[in-house]
């Protein structure tokens, strides 16, 4: 039973930046795929990016293309989520989550996640 646990939400301002950061346990990151979503107070969750086992190929949402990265450190069993040039409605509860695929595969999407996390709250304000 894999465990993931967010950290690294906070309060910023806009245009400021944070790091989320996602441990990984009870198996090896290297064999699934991950992808962060979040959810804002009355909204649908929304994938947000994703990268794939082997860190080979990462896909991003049109509203975070160019600020997000997504990043991935299998030996350590971390994702990461970086984020730049924050906005305010950028402001939610941020979740990764893991799918199981091939080992250090290239493939990556939002659909049929087998474990999330809890999630870390990241608000955006003046």
């Known amino acids: 039973q894999l465990s993931l646990v967010e950290s690294g939400g906070g309060s910023v301002q806009p245009g400021g930046s944070l790091r989320l950061s996602c441990a990984v346990y009870?198996?090896?990151?290297?064999?699934?795929?991950i992808a962060w979503f979040r959810q804002a107070p009355g909204k649908e969750r929304e994938g947000v990016s994703c990268i794939s086992s082997n860190g080979a190929t990462t896909k991003y949402t049109d509203s975070v293309k160019g600020r997000f990265t997504a990043l991935r450190d299998n030996y350590q069993n971390m994702a990461y989520l970086q984020i730049h040039n924050q906005r305010p409605e950028d402001s939610a509860v941020y979740y990764c989550?893991?799918?199981?695929?091939?080992?250090?595969?290239?493939?990556?999407?939002?659909?049929?996640?087998?474990?999330w996390g809890k999630g870390t709250l990241v608000t955006v304000s003046e």
């Open positions: 989550a893991a799918d199981r695929t091939s080992s250090w595969d290239s493939f990556c999407d939002f659909d049929g996640m087998d474990y």
């Open positions: 009870g198996g090896t990151l290297e064999e699934y795929a």
